[in-house]
Structures are given as C-alpha cells and as structure tokens.
C-alpha cells in the first residue's frame, strides 16, 4: 500500500515492540481492542528492552512507581503459573546494602515509609544481613535492606512471551517498519504514518523508547526524553552463593553506583551508573567500563575474584530529568497517550504500565492509575527526583 490509498483502521496503533510496547499489547488486545504494533526492527524486544539485566522490584521510593512496580511484579510472578510460559522468572529479593552511615540512615528511613506503603521490607543489620548473603564484604558493612518479593526475569523471554500472547489475543505485529510521522485532524492525532502505509486509529501510543522525542517533534511536543548509555556484563556460571539483586550506593570514581545478582543459571550479571553519565545512542561497550565495574564486584564480593567475564554491553536509558517515565495524556492533543522515558526502570513496569494505559482507553481509572498518572503526568515540573533515584 501507498500513501494516498485507504488507510488501514485500528483502536490501536503503539509505536515500539519493547519493554512497555508488548505489554501494553497484550493487555489491550485481551481487552478487546483491535491493536497494531509496529516497530522499526526485525522482532520484538530488540532495542533497550534486551540490554536490561532483568531487575524488578516494587521497593521504591515513590507512591507511583510502587503501585506500577506491584502490578508488574504480580504480572511477573504469576506468568508461567497462568501461561505455561518460561520467562526465568527468580524471587530471589533485592538489597540495598550500607557501608556508610549515611547510606544507613538514609535506606532505615526509607524502610519506614516503604512499610507505612505495604511493601514486604526490612533493615536488617551487619550480622542479619551475613545470613543472607554470607559472601557479602563485611568489613565497615553496617546492614541493609532485604525486599524478598522482588525478583528478575529474562526481559528477551518476557517480550517474546507477551508478544505471543498478545497476538493470541488478536494484536497484529508490524516489524521493520518505521512510523515517520503522526496523522493530527485539529487537536487530535488520528494514525500514523510509516515507511510503508498510511493507518488510522482512536488512540496513538507513543513507546518508542529512546526515539519517543523525535517522534513526538513531529508534532510540535518537547519531550524530555535523551539517551543515556549504561553497560554490563555477565560472567561464566558457578553454583548459587547469593539471592538478591544487590544495589551499592557509594559513588566511586567512574560510577555513582553497582548493581548485580546471581541468574538462576549460575551467572552473575552486573551493571553501574556511569559517572559522568554517557549520553548518545552508541551501543558498542566501551573500554573503560570493564575495570571500573570490575573492581566494584570485588570490592563487594571478594570471592569474585577469579570469575571469568564473558560478555560486555551497552544499551540505552530513555532518560528523563527527573529519573521517572512519562505516562498518560497530554493536554490539547486527542486520542495520544505517552509511555517514554521509562529511564532505568523500563523492563520492571511494562505490565504495569500496559495494565494502566488500557484502563486509560477504557476509561476506567481506579485509584492508583491516578495516583500514577497524577505524579507521571508530562505536564509536571521535572525538577524533583524520588529518593532513591
Ligand atoms: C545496561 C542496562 C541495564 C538495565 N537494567 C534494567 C533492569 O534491571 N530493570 C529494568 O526495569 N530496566 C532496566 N534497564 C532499562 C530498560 O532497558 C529500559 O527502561 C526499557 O527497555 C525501555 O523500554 P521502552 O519500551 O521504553 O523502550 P525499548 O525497549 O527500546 O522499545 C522501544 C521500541 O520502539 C521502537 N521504535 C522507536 N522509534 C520507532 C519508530 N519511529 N518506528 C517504529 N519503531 C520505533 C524501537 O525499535 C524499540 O524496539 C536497563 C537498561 C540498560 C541499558
């Protein structure tokens, strides 16, 4: 089809077969909707969506990311229960650990609100925390916090699963395809068009990642939205020594902060913030990340040391100024939602954010989509980040 023929008619149209595009897919064509994604690569998950390393957790610092955290871990952890479908989903919790007293009191209070919220957290001290995670440094180690509902999946599985799913429920797939620009009739956007067709729908979604700025240009909107490279790196398996996903807090040079934990094969997975931040949609892994986070797993698991690493990468964040997504409707632009700028954060909230946007396009909003919305509005300010950004 050319431009100029009929265009084709969805409800329907999200930009992005990723992280919060499959998802929301799923969600909306079990809802009965007549859904059309359509993503620029050759398959599902391909672009940030498989450069995560599959955290997810609930445990945050922030009343709307919590309730977008709990719906997706329950979508998470129920899964292969209500589907039969392996995503390597492991409870094995996450935890924040305090070597400065800083760190301490900042997480003790946290751990206060969090359980006011309903979240399943504890502070465990030095000696509670060694008995989870024996092979912890210990030395200046003053405790941390232990989450055991949270947990980590394969993001690469969890897109082809939800896909799969989605098109059972009757979502229809486009890939190598590439949407050029949107179709506006006044103030409401009604299609989009691509590289090979024309199509019409009520409700435009904008997941588009790392491009969501670019498109929504095309329109006249100034989403703050950038690339931000992170990299990580895996290791070779070895038998379990530890469960949760473990967050270091200390800035060190070149990283403000490391992460890792033990996939359920065995491997352990790893990642920073790099520090200064690297902006660019390059994904060839560099040189300098390797010794930095390195030197960072040692310095928290000595008995790391002689692990073998087998593979670098680099990915990007879709990053807004705030360190939280952008969600919901934008004033003066019909029939448009947004769900970008998911920052490091996109792979955890997918079901979540799914689930809300259809509650959106149903026009059935319960409490906590407009708490979520509320806070994740693009209409806000920017300038205040949650605690644990
Ligand atoms: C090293 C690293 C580790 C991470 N670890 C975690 C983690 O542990 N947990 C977590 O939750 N998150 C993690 N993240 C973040 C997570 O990867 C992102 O937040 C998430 O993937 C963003 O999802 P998305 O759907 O917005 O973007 P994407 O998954 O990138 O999907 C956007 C899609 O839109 C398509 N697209 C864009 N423009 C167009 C167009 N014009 N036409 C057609 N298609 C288009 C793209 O091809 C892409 O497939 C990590 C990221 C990195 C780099």
Redesign the pocket.
């Known amino acids: 089809m050319v431009y100029g023929e009929q265009a084709k008619t969805f409800d329907i149209i999200i930009?992005?077969?990723?992280?919060?595009?499959?998802p929301s897919a799923y969600y909306m064509s079990k809802a009965g909707f007549d859904v059309l994604v359509?993503?620029?690569?050759p398959s599902?998950?391909?672009?940030?969506?498989?450069?995560?390393?599959?955290?997810?957790r609930a445990t945050h610092s922030e009343p709307a990311k919590i309730h977008l955290g709990k719906r997706s871990l329950e979508a998470f952890s129920s899964w292969e229960a209500l589907h039969g479908e392996d995503i390597e989903w492991h409870q094995g919790g996450y935890s924040f650990v305090a070597y400065t007293r800083e760190n301490a009191a900042l997480l003790q209070d946290l751990v206060t609100w969090q359980q006011q919220n309903n979240l399943n957290i504890t502070w465990l001290d030095h000696q509670d925390l060694l008995e989870i995670i024996p092979n912890i440094n210990p030395v200046k180690l003053l405790g941390g916090t232990f989450s055991p509902e949270d947990g980590?999946a394969s993001?690469l599985k969890a897109?082809f699963s939800f896909h799969k799913m989605a098109v059972q429920a009757g979502a229809v797939f486009h890939f190598n395809?590439?949407?050029?620009d949107l179709i506006s009739n006044g103030s409401r956007i009604t299609g989009v068009i691509?590289d090979r067709a024309r199509y019409t729908c009520r409700w435009v979604i904008n997941?588009?990642?790392?491009?969501?700025k670019?498109?929504c240009s095309q329109v006249g909107l100034s989403v703050p939205v950038e690339h931000d490279?992170?990299?990580?790196a895996i290791t070779e398996p070895i038998a379990r020594i530890f469960e949760p996903?473990i967050v270091d807090m200390r800035a060190r040079p070149g990283s403000t902060n490391f992460?890792f934990y033990q996939h359920p094969t065995g491997k352990i997975i790893f990642?920073m913030t790099p520090e200064p931040p690297i902006y660019g949609n390059h994904t060839i892994a560099s040189s300098e990340f390797l010794p930095i986070a390195a030197r960072r797993l040692i310095e928290i698991m000595p008995v790391l040391k002689h692990i073998r690493v087998r593979r670098v990468?680099?990915?990007?964040?879709?990053m807004t100024p705030d360190g939280s997504p952008i969600i919901g409707e934008v004033d003066g632009l019909d029939g448009f939602l947004l769900?970008?700028?998911?920052?490091?954060?996109?792979?955890?909230?997918?079901p979540g954010v799914g689930e809300l946007l259809t509650h959106v396009v149903l026009n059935e909003l319960d409490d906590a989509d407009k708490i979520i919305l509320e806070s994740l509005t693009f209409h806000r300010n920017f300038e205040t980040a949650e605690r644990l950004k």
């Open positions: 930009i992005g077969a990723g992280s919060i595009g499959v359509i993503d620029q690569l599902v998950g391909q672009s940030s969506n498989k450069h995560a390393i599959g955290g997810i980590s993001p897109a395809e590439t949407v050029l691509t997941a588009a990642g790392g491009w969501a670019q498109l490279s992170h990299e990580a996903m992460y990642c990468w680099r990915g990007i964040y879709p769900a970008v700028g998911m920052c490091g954060q996109g792979f955890m909230f997918g």
